[in-house]
């Protein structure tokens, strides 16, 4: 089933000299279920499409349709609130709100949508990042690698039809790159959530189900392992 519809995705910054054609008519589809890597170096238009996907910015022409929801069609205000239960977003740098705890930081996307977390349903979170023993400290008491479970568990918790994640082990050290991999394969096998994940790097490519390349805002190759 198909879960994600790009269609002639365009998007221009600038005007005259100064344009810069950041992606140059993108078609893709996703289906639920599927792990995609889009893979390409800096400036290749990744991390735009990256925005695009998760209706954080508008493009200039294109349509992007998740879960049959033409995302652009909606206005701002819509917008946030389709973004938030549908979509769940992973940064590089984890993006945690510094004065809540573990598991108020996972739980902030269902407070926004006023929805309670129950006990077992933020400890079935917790287990699945590893976190079950710091669910009541700081980030500032958390590893990089914490930081970033966290981060995960936050992007789950509305159990979102699509996951993005932007660089999310660009931060990390080998080893802990290794396990935060592990914990997407994981969500992505056993939970059979939809991932996509933008990066430079081959070796994060590697866990894929599926490549996208991009140079100069074109897809140049999209393969199957």
Do not use: W
């Not at 893709?28 to 695009?52: P, Q, R």
């Not at 994940?197 to 074109?218: F, M, P, Q, W």
């Amino acid at each position: 089933m198909e879960i994600v519809k790009v269609e002639n995705l365009n998007k221009i910054y600038g005007t005259n000299e100064n344009k810069v054609i950041a992606l140059d008519d993108i078609n893709f589809s996703i289906d639920k279920g599927d792990f995609v890597v889009i893979l390409g170096a800096s400036g290749s238009g990744k991390s735009t499409l990256l925005h695009l996907l998760g209706g954080v910015d508008r493009p200039t022409k294109g349509k992007v349709h998740i879960d049959g929801v033409d995302i652009f069609s909606l206005n701002d205000d819509e917008l946030a609130i389709f973004r938030r239960k549908n979509v769940g977003l992973i940064y590089q740098f984890f993006n945690l709100i510094p004065i809540l705890n573990v598991a108020e930081n996972i739980s902030l996307p269902a407070d926004l949508d006023k929805r309670n977390i129950d006990k077992k349903e933020m400890d079935n979170l917790l287990n699945m990042v590893g976190l079950e023993k710091r669910k009541d400290h700081l980030p500032s008491q958390l590893s990089g690698g914490q930081e970033q479970r966290v981060a995960i568990a936050r992007a789950l918790v509305n159990k979102p039809a699509l996951i993005l994640a932007d660089e999310p082990t660009g931060n990390l050290d080998s080893n802990t790159t290794k396990e935060i991999l592990e914990l997407f394969k994981m969500c992505n096998e056993k939970y059979n959530q939809t991932l996509v994940i933008i990066t430079h790097n081959l070796e994060v490519a590697k866990i894929a189900k599926r490549i996208i390349k991009l140079k100069d805002g074109k897809i140049i190759s999209d393969e199957r392992k």
